[in-house]
């Protein structure tokens, strides 16, 4: 079993992707001091790891990554990549170490977001993969839409990125499809086929975004997902305040969870995106996390 697994069996530990999935909010645009300030309060607070962005983007993004990664975080410090060496190479000039890279697995993306094929996709992946690990990197892989994705291609596809090197899989519900009955079934699946961990990503177009990060962890979901406030693209992303309350004690942190922080980064957050603050979870659910816990 690998080490991350025993590390995190108590609890999920939380990749927090303010800075890259909460930026796709509407209307939201965060300067450069807003986000070194964002990684900074992320890091205190304790979470794993923060997607810092994508520096395929151009050079704003790259001067953000760059900046992030020279701050010498105890968080491990990830950046967002497509599957093209190109994405990759943006990352590594900007000081990362550690790459998350994302493909479509369901076939209506495959098909009409990309127009390329199953074998595209698959041939991409390992190339990337494979090229990412040769300079150093540590790698998570993305299934982009993996909740409309055919589950023999899914397994197929996060079996190749785990023979390629990859150290995590990340299941993302791209358009909050699911619900948390299937996200336990499909996540639960998942992970009795692979021998790496495996990250749930949700979002929120149906109010379901806690739920099923919720259902994911009790299927076996090693990683959740998080932004502050929950923001993110169209409905937005499971909330970070959420899940930090609902785990308390629970949640686990290499670094040791400070959630004396959560209230300070909450307002930051709220006053840089110019959004009301998010009215997350009052108390914490010791009954309800110990269900998920124990089943």
């Not at 590390?7 to 303010?18: C, E, H, K, Q, S």
């Not at 499909?186 to 149906?206: A, R, T």
């Not at 739920?211 to 997902?225: D, H, K, P, V, Y």
Request: overall charge positive; aromatic content about 6%; glycine content about 10%.
């Amino acid at each position: 079993m690998p080490v991350e697994k025993k590390l995190f069996a108590r609890g999920p530990a939380i990749v927090d992707t303010t800075l890259r999935d909460g930026e796709q909010a509407p209307g939201v645009a965060f300067t450069l001091r807003e986000k070194v300030t964002i990684a900074r309060l992320l890091d205190l607070l304790g979470v794993e790891v923060i997607e810092a962005g994508v520096p395929a983007m151009g050079k704003m993004e790259q001067d953000v990554v760059r900046a992030i990664c020279e701050l010498g975080l105890k968080s491990r410090v990830a950046s967002w990549n497509r599957v093209l060496l190109a994405d990759i190479r943006a990352s590594l000039a900007c000081g990362v170490r550690e790459v998350h890279i994302t493909a479509p697995v369901s076939d209506l993306h495959i098909r009409d977001k990309l127009g390329k094929t199953r074998h595209w996709v698959m041939d991409c992946l390992v190339r990337a993969v494979r090229y990412a690990r040769e300079h150093g990197c540590r790698v998570s892989v993305g299934a982009e839409d993996a909740s409309r994705a055919d589950f023999g291609f899914l397994l197929e596809y996060a079996l190749l990125a785990q023979d390629a090197g990859a150290e995590r899989l990340r299941y993302a519900d791209t358009v909050g499809a699911l619900e948390p009955f299937t996200t336990r079934r499909m996540v639960s699946m998942l992970v009795s086929k692979l021998d790496i961990p495996v990250e749930f990503h949700g979002h929120n177009d149906f109010g379901l975004a806690t739920a099923n990060s919720l259902a994911a962890f009790a299927g076996g979901a090693a990683f959740i997902s998080t932004t502050v406030g929950g923001l993110g693209e169209r409905a937005g992303n499971a909330s970070l305040e959420d899940m930090v309350l609902l785990f308390g004690d629970n949640f686990c942190s290499a670094n040791g969870l400070k959630t004396g922080v959560l209230g300070a980064l909450g307002r930051y957050v709220a006053r840089a995106a110019n959004r009301p603050q998010h009215h997350h979870v009052i108390l914490r659910r010791p009954a309800l996390t110990r269900l998920m816990i124990d089943n």
